[in-house]
């Protein structure tokens, strides 16, 4: 058994990656190189973090077979959240999400950005699979673009499974905290309901200079308990633009208290993510 890593601070959105590995059908990017979980702990260790939570792409699809081999290569470090297939019967989804469970999957994310039309969340696949998550306390991870969330949201909510919004609640840069969903994220978070990962800022267009402040003020007056921090690394379609080291600078600069920044780094997603 190996020893426990003591938690400098966690990462809570990352990628690893393999060109040779089968694509799914339905793409909007692809690797670009290899990318594996010893380069990313590599990474995090020159920068003082020592945990770190890996997404699956959308270009695999439901095959996790990459990211659970790295939860087995590093079950003390690492967590995962996968791609699941609702269209397994109830059984055979619920085996194999208790045996990803086992193997350090924390979480089923929802990376419907870019769809030519979404999933009918109301489905019966869906239904069972988020019934399922909350049964198993995975918590859904979803990736929507602003104006569709209205038709997603209130169904997670409903279930009674644990929800994870990405990249600030991914809100609309040209309606910035005066987005409905943006607002909705707010409330939601104020009543406990949501969770929100500070990342990937160069989404919102602070690149371009749109400041992320009036988010993270928004979203640390109504909930600071339920916010934590990801890189988004290796960066995908913005590589080479920024350095990891600009990914903590972001958002631990706008933070004011470092005693919140501690629990946006350490403590809050040690609870979420099972640490």
């Not at 988020?130 to 949201?153: N, S």
């Not at 990249?167 to 040209?174: M, S, V």
Request: hydrophobic fraction near 40%.
């Amino acid at each position: 058994m190996q020893a426990k890593t003591v938690i400098t601070g966690i990462d809570c959105h990352a990628h690893i990656m393999a060109v040779d590995f089968p694509l799914t059908p339905e793409i909007h990017s692809r690797p670009m190189r290899d990318v594996s979980s010893e380069e990313y702990l590599s990474v995090l260790d020159i920068h003082g973090i020592s945990h770190g939570v890996l997404t699956g792409p959308s270009f695999y699809g439901a095959n996790n077979s990459l990211l659970l081999d790295a939860l087995q290569s590093h079950p003390n470090q690492l967590r995962g959240t996968v791609i699941a297939d609702p269209n397994l019967e109830k059984r055979a989804l619920e085996h194999q999400l208790l045996a990803m469970r086992e193997q350090g999957v924390v979480g089923i994310r929802l990376n419907w950005i870019k769809k030519k039309a979404i999933p009918d969340i109301d489905s019966y696949g869906y239904k069972t699979l988020l019934g399922l998550a909350k049964d198993l306390d995975l918590h859904i991870e979803l990736f929507l673009e602003d104006h569709l969330q209205e038709q997603v949201v209130p169904q997670i909510l409903a279930s009674g499974a644990t929800l994870v919004l990405d990249h600030f609640g991914n809100p609309d840069p040209k309606l910035g905290i005066n987005s409905v969903s943006f607002q909705n994220t707010l409330k939601g978070l104020a009543d406990g309901q949501v969770w929100v990962k500070l990342s990937a800022p160069y989404r919102l267009g602070y690149l371009d200079g749109i400041s992320i402040q009036p988010y993270v003020d928004a979203l640390l007056a109504a909930n600071p308990k339920q916010l934590v921090w990801a890189s988004d690394w290796p960066w995908l379609s913005h590589e080479n633009q920024f350095t990891y080291a600009d990914c903590i600078t972001w958002i631990k600069s706008s933070v004011p208290s470092p005693a919140v920044w501690e629990d946006i780094l350490i403590h809050n997603p040690k609870s979420l993510f099972h640490f």
